[in-house]
């Protein structure tokens, strides 16, 4: 069977390996396209799609947002997004700047707690600088002994150096997908811990504001979450996506290409995604059919 990957973070965010670097392990595992959708950024894009074409490896372009909906924390993953649209730099260059904000603040409660960490000390790429790479610094100057305990003891919601980040409201977030010509997709449902009837409600909800998929294929979904995803999917015409969420680092829940417990995401998921991508007919150029809310097949 072939396999794609439309969940997978590299090193402009918090992942470990480069976009170069994750080409070429997909090549090695058979992979027939992937998305690489870092956190908060678009900066693997364009040059991604350079790599692929090398590579005979479709890309898909692709962004994973947090948002919040009232006190519920989630993750929307938004694909095809045109990575010029001046709304969309505009939004993310301002999450970026939240971002760094937050990184000080963070920075200032550690130094409080006599650990000597500047802002310097963090990656300062293109892309996307948090908590993954706090915790990646104090592991690397022997503060703590993994960044698992980073996250224990300073990082994690109440840990002693936590600052809360501003988030996006979903809605907001989800017109700025779409406005960027993207679809958004709500991804893996699973980490929400919520029982049947309030996801059925969420993912109503999110249609109702133009979500175009959701993520069914995840290591965090469980069996019976899956099941009811897809019958979700499968009411209100939704697109079925997956990934693994490969964020390069050992011990990750899956290895690119699988959705958890040696799963494969079936490149079976690729046509119709594409086909919603797909450019507009070029006549009657009346409107943006890429953005009408057409029912879906
Ligand atoms: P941030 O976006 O800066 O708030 O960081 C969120 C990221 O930190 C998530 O995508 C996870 O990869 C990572 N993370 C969150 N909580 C933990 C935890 N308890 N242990 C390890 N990594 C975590
Ligand atoms: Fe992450
Ligand atoms: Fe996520
Ligand atoms: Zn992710």
Do not use: W
Request: one cysteine or more; aromatic letters at 2%.
């Amino acid at each position: 069977m072939s396999l794609i990957d439309l969940h997978i973070h590299s090193t402009l965010s918090d992942g470990t390996l480069s976009p170069e670097e994750i080409v070429s392990l997909a090549k090695e595992r058979g992979l027939v396209a992937l998305s690489i959708t870092d956190h908060d950024t678009l900066a693997a894009y364009p040059a991604l799609h350079q790599l692929g074409q090398a590579q005979g490896l479709e890309i898909i372009t692709g962004i994973e947002v947090t948002a919040h909906q009232d006190d519920l924390s989630l993750h929307l993953l938004g694909y095809g997004l045109d990575p010029q649209s001046l709304g969309l730099t505009t939004a993310l260059d301002e999450i970026q700047e939240a971002r760094q904000e937050r990184n000080r603040g963070i920075i200032a409660r550690l130094n409080d707690l006599n650990i000597p960490l500047r802002l310097e000390d963090l990656p300062n790429h293109q892309g996307q600088t948090g908590r993954p790479h706090i915790a990646r610094a104090l592991t690397l100057r022997g503060v703590v002994r993994s960044e698992q305990e980073a996250f224990a003891r300073f990082l994690r919601k109440d840990g002693a150096a936590y600052v809360k980040r501003q988030l996006l409201p979903v809605r907001q977030a989800m017109a700025m997908i779409i406005e960027a010509g993207g679809l958004p997709v709500l991804a893996h449902p699973g980490t929400m811990k919520l029982h049947e009837a309030a996801l059925a409600r969420l993912v109503n909800e999110l249609k109702d504001q133009g979500l175009a998929g959701i993520e069914v294929h995840h290591p965090m979904n469980g069996e019976n979450t899956r099941h009811l995803l897809r019958k979700l999917c499968q009411t209100l015409g939704l697109l079925v996506t997956g990934g693994s969420d490969f964020h390069g680092r050992e011990g990750d829940r899956a290895p690119l290409g699988e959705s958890g417990g040696r799963r494969p995401v079936p490149a079976a998921l690729l046509p119709p995604l594409s086909a919603r991508l797909g450019q507009p007919l070029p006549s009657p150029p009346l409107s943006d059919t890429r953005h009408a809310h057409h029912p879906h097949r």
